[in-house]
Nanobody, 115 residues
Framework: QVKLVQSGGGSVQPGGSLTLSCAPS????????TEWYRQAPGKQRELVAT???????TYIDAVKGRFTASRGSARNTVLLQMNSLKSDDTAVYYC?????????WGQGTQVTVSA
């Protein structure tokens, strides 16, 4: 069964940068949209950014100007570049990709921003 595999993440100081990637483990129909979510301790999972197959992107206000979603060089791969990280960005980040067959979730990756 195909899954989404996430990589990247880790611990950085405030103001630092990280890049997350999200890619399928096997061949799947083209994703028409990939969504990035995050879930901080004790909080609900929230949608952070989306990227369409066209390359069009959307972001929540809290990350606008700091996060950038883009398409990777490999088919169906998506990146989330996170700059000027703040302590409020600390969370487990998940990707979710959608195609004609349904949707897939990544396993989640921890991002910790702390001095």
């Amino acid at each position: 069964q195909v899954k989404l595999v996430q990589s990247g993440g880790g611990s950085v100081q405030p103001g630092g940068s990280l890049t997350l990637s999200c890619a399928p483990s096997g061949n799947v129909f083209t994703f028409y949209r990939t969504e990035w979510y995050r879930q901080a301790p004790g909080k609900q999972r929230e949608l952070v950014a989306t990227i369409e197959s066209s390359g069009a992107t959307t972001y929540i206000d809290a990350v606008k100007g700091r996060f950038t979603a883009s398409r990777g060089s490999a088919r169906n791969t998506v990146l989330l570049q996170m700059n000027s990280l703040k302590s409020d960005d600390t969370a487990v980040y998940y990707c979710k990709a959608l195609n004609a067959r349904g949707y897939y979730w990544g396993q989640g990756t921890q991002v910790t921003v702390s001095a």
